[in-house]
Every structure is written in C-alpha cells, then in structure tokens.
C-alpha cells in the first residue's frame, strides 16, 4: 500500500505545476529543469503526445496535454540550433547532438538528444528523447565496485570493455572512471575520448597531472576507426572509444593496444559471452579467427552492466566481469583455434569460474536487502536458458 500511495504522489509531482500554452525555448529549459528536479534520467517528446520522463525506470507524464505538431518541430529547431531540423527529419535523417543552456553565471544544464521521424496518427511527426549529462561525470563507488573488479579497472596497455544496452549507466560509468584517473595526482596521463556527440565533459573536474581532450565523431573526425588512427599521431596513454561496433573500429583499438596504449571502449551487449558474439559478428568472415585472436590478445577487462530496481525504489547497477590474465586468455585462444563459434561458451564458463556473473552479483544484493527476489530470480531463469542454448547447440555440433 505505501509503495502504491509513493507511486501515486511521484505521479503528481512529476506534473508541471504550470505549463504553457506553447512552448517556446525557455518553456523546453523549464521543463528540462523540472525533469532534473525529479531524477528523470530520460525526457521523450513526441507529436500529438504528452511529454513524459524516465524516473529511477518508472515512466511518468510531464504535462497534462498533449503537444502540437508544430510544437514539437520548433522543439527539435531549439535543440539543433538552426531552423531546418524538421527539414532534414523529413528526408529520413536523424539528429543527435548535445544541447546546453546556462541556468546562471556559473552553472548550466546538457543534454544529449536524439529526434527521429517517426508516423504518429497516420502523419508525420516527430520522436524526441533527451538524457541529462552532468556537468562532472559522478564519481566511481570504489566499496561498490568491489576490490577485485576496482584492481582491473586501470590495466597498463590493452583493451577494457563497459558492455549493456542503452540506457544501463555504462557511459557514466566509464566516465566515472576517467574522472578517477584525471584526479589522481600521480596518473600523468595525456587521455583523449571519441564519441558520438561527445557526452561528458571534464573541464570541472580537477586534473592536477592529467589532460583530456574530447572529439566528436562525425563533427571532428568520419567515424571511430579513423579516430583510433589519429589518436596514434597525437601521443595519448588512454584512447576512450564511444562504440567498437564495426570491424575496423575493432582492428584499430587492437593495433592502439598493441603499441602499448590503453583503449576503453563501448558495446551493446549484455554478457561476457555475448561481448564476443557480438564482437565476432562485426568482424569480416575472412579475417574473423586472425582479429578475434588478436581482441583476446589485447583484452583486459569486459564489464557488463545494467540497472535493476532496488528495494528503495530506485536502481542499483548489476554487473558481471571477466579479468583476462594469462591462463584466460590462454583458454580463449586454444578455443578461437578450434572453432571460433565456441569462444563465447568458453568465455562464459570463464566468467562463472574466475570472475562474476549477474546472477552471482545479484544474489550477493538480495542478501545485502538491496533488491527484491524477483530480480534474482529473473536472473536465475535466464542463466538457465542461456545454459541449455549452449547445450543444445553443443549436441547440435556432435
């Protein structure tokens, strides 16, 4: 009952007290405001739609009415700066850039966004979504992470990969790990970060031996493999990746490693295992068992996270990690030999022998009292389902 009464008192709250009849561009800059206010991680905007927020994963209305269409195409001309946003949605383009507005002197607001055509009503219309992106990445929980997983974080060369599906904390928290990194009096380190847009700036954040510098991919460089390339002309220690989605991104992060620089990058994948599914599908058929050598070669870490609910009603990140030392990559490269398809079982028995899976991590804060037995039992299912898939394709091999 008190969980239904909260719930119902975040639903008005998470109401604007007052809204325009229309908004203009500073109407958009309260409404963000009031999104931040409540711990909305997510705005979604959207033709002939109430405007609605993401909050600790629970979707809330904003407004009480519904947008115009010509509303909602001045709102994307607001983010993008200029007035042919809608022009360029129309043609079947994307837009995705960062927005920032002062909310006085010394403090302002940025957000990531995204617009996308989309058919509303049988019309065109427009889809938006916002995330904030703090000012300082948030600091990394060292008692959170753990002794062992924090030890892995910060290799000396190779390959580290923050792995989960959007919207799982993964970017804040590799952000949060170049904060560590930059605050550290005895790193001196030259760190510079690839994204696409470039989403946490460090500028605030104390760097007493360390510089950072972001570039935007495709504003300052084509793509990533090509931001690798350039990223070996201008003396770095640590290349940040956004995405190693592609072949040639893959190829470039492998060769950066192996001339002694540590490479961080990104997947959308949500196991250790699938890291390599997913990796091994990006590559050429021809060159696949030559790079995924080469990627076991160079790995050091791969993390995956998401976010589940917590007892507080909140989230609470749930992660799952493999630190690669000798003997594993060892294992993975004997199993790439024989038969590349069946690296990523190998990796998973791996994760569950000598590192951490998400169950492994999920009953250890159902027993903390962080999260409810459901989760753990959601986790325990698909761990069973994943075990069986790789039984039944084992069997399928015989």
């Known amino acids: 009952m008190n969980a239904v009464l909260s719930d119902q008192s975040l639903i008005e709250r998470a109401l604007l007290r007052s809204e325009p009849t ?10 963000l405001v009031h999104a931040k206010a409540m711990g909305a991680s997510d705005v979604y905007i959207k033709t002939n739609a109430r ?33 042919n946003a809608e022009v360029q949605l129309k043609r079947g383009m994307d837009l995705d850039n960062a927005y920032t507005f002062r909310l006085n002197r010394s403090d302002s607001l940025r957000f990531r966004w ?70 550290n009096p005895d790193s001196h380190c030259h760190i510079i970060t ?18 950072i510098e972001s570039t935007s991919i495709p504003d300052h460089l084509p793509n990533f493999a090509a ?6 002309r201008r003396d770095p220690d640590i290349i940040v990746v956004g995405e190693m989605r592609d072949g040639e991104t893959i190829g470039a992060a492998i060769l950066a490693s192996q001339t002694g620089h540590v490479v961080y990058g990104t997947a959308h994948s949500t196991s250790v295992g699938a890291t390599f599914t997913r990796t091994m599908q990006s590559l050429p058929k021809n060159e696949q068992q030559g790079m995924l050598g080469g990627l076991i070669d160079s790995l050091r870490l791969i993390i995956c996270q998401e976010l589940v609910q917590s007892t507080d009603g909140k989230r609470v ?15 993975l490269l004997t199993a790439a030999m024989r038969d590349p398809a069946g690296v990523p079982s190998v990796a998973q028995q791996l994760t569950r022998e000598r590192g951490q899976t998400k169950l492994m991590h999920a009953r250890k804060l159902f027993a903390a009292g962080r999260i409810k037995e459901d989760v753990v039992l959601r986790f325990e299912l698909a ?15 015989e």
């Open 194 to 211: 690839y994204e696409s847009p470039v989403e946490f700036v460090y500028d605030k954040v104390e760097k007493p031996t360390t510089e």
């Open 51 to 83: 405007v609605t927020a993401r909050i600790h994963g629970r979707l809330y209305r904003l407004t009480r009415r519904t947008l115009y269409a010509t509303e909602v195409g001045s709102i994307a001309g607001y983010l993008y700066g200029g007035p």
């Open 114 to 183: 995204n617009a996308t055509g989309a058919e509303i009503d049988g019309s065109f219309g427009i889809s938006i979504i916002l995330r904030e992106l703090p000012e300082i990445p948030p600091a990394i929980d060292k008692e959170d992470l753990g002794d062992d997983l924090y030890g892995a974080l910060y290799p000396d060369d190779g390959i580290v990969m923050v792995c989960g599906p959007t919207g799982s904390g993964k970017s804040t928290l590799l952000a949060g790990m170049i904060r560590d990194i930059a605050e």
């Open 227 to 232: 931001a690798i390339r350039n990223s070996l």
């Open 317 to 331: 990140a749930l992660r799952e990690y493999l630190s690669f030392g000798e003997s594993e990559r060892r294992a």
């Open 22 to 31: 229309v908004f203009d561009e500073i109407g958009v800059q309260q409404l």
């Open 383 to 397: 761990e069973q389902t994943a075990r069986a898939q790789v039984s039944l394709l084992a069997g399928e091999g």
